[in-house]
């Protein structure tokens, strides 16, 4: 799967070393706040993590079509306040899809012929500026979509059903134990954001994080999942459920059931 993402580590070399450090560290910070605290702050994660899913489906889907991603970043978002377990059960089973996908899609990755080749490097020991290199980025990620759209038109339908046990496990997990769901979700989510950024700082100093995982993929999953698990256990100890939350699962602040009120009638007065 990660063979899709190829022509950006092959051509980074060319990219403003400010914006690769400067959205490598942004990315990483961002990471570690969802990671380790995001439970606490759900209302706000949720909001964005609906902006940045919603975006992200709208490069997968659209392309470089800017309008139709914030379009449909804005309608995630919205659903995502509005509708808030409702949307913490879809993005439970989104990452589960995502991480399914990434797994059983890599004997049919379709990469695409790159946009940008390297006849159109600069010369040997100079780079792009910044504009320059957020367009080649905006190239580079509408590749990656392509390569994306290729693949899930060749892969079989066994495939899919392979994706959509799983998907529909998580779905149904997220219904009946929403807060452990979240802490999940929040886990996921920050670790996805750590990698990238990690992978971004890598590629500034000339490594191939990208190749590496890629030769070494049970390493890299179980430090993946090993990040996951350890995020969500410090959040379900630190970030504990508030009252409303509590009582709107049917049980008080201490956990306990809460007692049916008999319902008294007039004529029992």
């Known amino acids: 799967m990660l063979k899709i993402f190829e022509n950006i580590e092959h051509s980074v070399a060319w990219l403003s070393p400010l914006l690769l450090v400067g959205l490598g560290l942004i990315v990483v910070l961002v990471g570690l706040f969802i990671w380790l605290g995001g439970l606490g702050f759900k209302k706000l994660l949720i909001a964005v993590a609906g902006i940045v899913s919603g975006s992200v489906f709208g490069f997968v889907l659209f392309g470089l079509n ?65 504009r320059e290199s957020i367009d080649r980025m905006e190239t580079y990620i509408s590749d990656s979509a392509q390569g994306i759209r290729k693949t899930c038109s060749q892969m079989p339908f066994y495939a899919w059903l392979i994706i959509a046990v799983p998907v529909i496990i998580s779905a149904a997990i997220a ?52 990040m996951v698990a350890f995020g969500t256990i410090e959040q379900l100890i630190i970030c504990k459920p ?20 008999a319902w008294i009638s007039w004529r029992t007065t």
């Open 66 to 130: 800017i309008i139709a991603a914030l379009a449909l970043a804005v309608i995630f978002a919205f659903v995502a306040i509005v509708f808030e377990r409702v949307f913490i059960t879809v993005l439970a089973a989104i990452l589960t899809g995502v991480i399914c996908f990434a797994v059983v899609a890599g004997p049919y990755v379709a990469q695409p012929k790159p946009a940008i080749t390297f006849n159109h490097a600069p010369a040997a020991g100079k780079t792009l500026g910044v």
């Open 175 to 226: 219904i009946y134990f929403w807060h452990f769901t979240s802490a999940v979700c929040c886990s996921v989510l920050g670790t996805i954001f750590v990698f990238a950024g990690m992978i971004l700082l890598l590629l500034h100093k000339g490594s191939k994080p990208l190749s590496c995982i890629y030769e070494k993929p049970l390493f890299y999953l179980s430090i993946f999942a090993a």
């Open 242 to 261: 508030t009252k409303t939350e509590s009582s709107a699962n049917g049980k008080t602040s201490e956990g306990k059931e809460r007692p049916h009120r």
